[in-house]
């Protein structure tokens, strides 16, 4: 079952966070089916409900000008209902843990979700999807096309052609 | 050519950074080759430099528990050299120009870099990974197991069964 924000059998906490380093803005909003926790998916699929990603002034409509390029498409937002000081986690509930480093569960000390989505269609500022597993409302960090369909615009760099010393 | 922190032809930068929503944690830092921008790949590879991942406390080496098991991980970093405001970019320098959305450059609202890189090693709490792009003492955000090769922990949801409707 979904984490309430209780702390199980052989899980760990952190005494406390440490202050924050950086800032994220929310750029936008996910609107999805699942308006529980208890609900959502544990990992979202290309065949699952068509979501919609709002994306807010500044950023949109011009930051998504060329998107209707990729199919593919990687989203990050911000977990925003999840605890983030669980460093020992058992998500079976039976005891047994691993480290957060090990898991894709939202609880970790970043509460950052990634998926890569496919692109249905676009409505001016808006995208819809398939793909999401998040709760309805959750923030927006950032859209970027698929690493597996995407070719750098901007010339190599030596960079590129580095490889193991043998 | 890498940006320094010009804005180049049929770029737009937005007038202002609105204040951060959400603070994100340093929880380590890695460490690469690639001392200068003008050096970094525009895309890790798979047969790349092998990588230094270090992992503070109190977050290793507890939170890596288990990570041997996965070969592929995805990373998360902190692109603290990149400007934020350009939602508009021409990354060929050309006067062409697209949406940041439509660019996997680093300069976004929100610099978060991604990439699935290869478990080579583990060293107590640091990590030995082929496949990264970024500048040597990017701050570290977060490691998961890749999707490609990670199956939950957590009992199923009734999302994880939900397609769209026919």
Do not use: P
């Given at each position: 079952m979904v984490r309430r924000d209780e702390l199980r059998a052989g899980e760990r906490a952190v005494e406390s966070l440490p202050p924050p380093d950086a800032g994220v803005i929310f750029i936008g909003r996910i609107r999805t089916p699942w308006t529980d926790r208890l609900l959502c998916p544990r990992q979202g699929r290309h065949d699952g409900p068509v979501c919609r990603i709002e994306i807010d002034a500044p950023w949109a409509p011009?930051?998504?000008?060329?998107?209707?390029?990729?199919?593919?498409?990687?989203?990050?937002?911000w977990l925003h209902r999840s605890r983030r000081d669980i460093v020992r986690q058992s998500p079976a509930s039976d005891g047994t843990a691993r480290g957060v480093f090990s898991l894709r569960s939202p609880v970790r000390p970043n509460p950052i979700g990634t998926s890569v989505v496919r692109l249905v269609g676009r409505k001016g500022s808006a995208l819809l999807v398939q793909g999401l597993d998040c709760l309805d409302g959750t923030p927006l960090l950032d859209i970027k096309p698929d690493r597996s369909g995407f070719t750098p615009v901007a010339p190599r760099q030596p960079g590129d052609d580095e490889t193991a010393a043998a």
């Open positions: 011009e930051g998504l000008d060329g998107i209707e390029a990729y199919e593919r498409l990687e989203v990050l937002y």
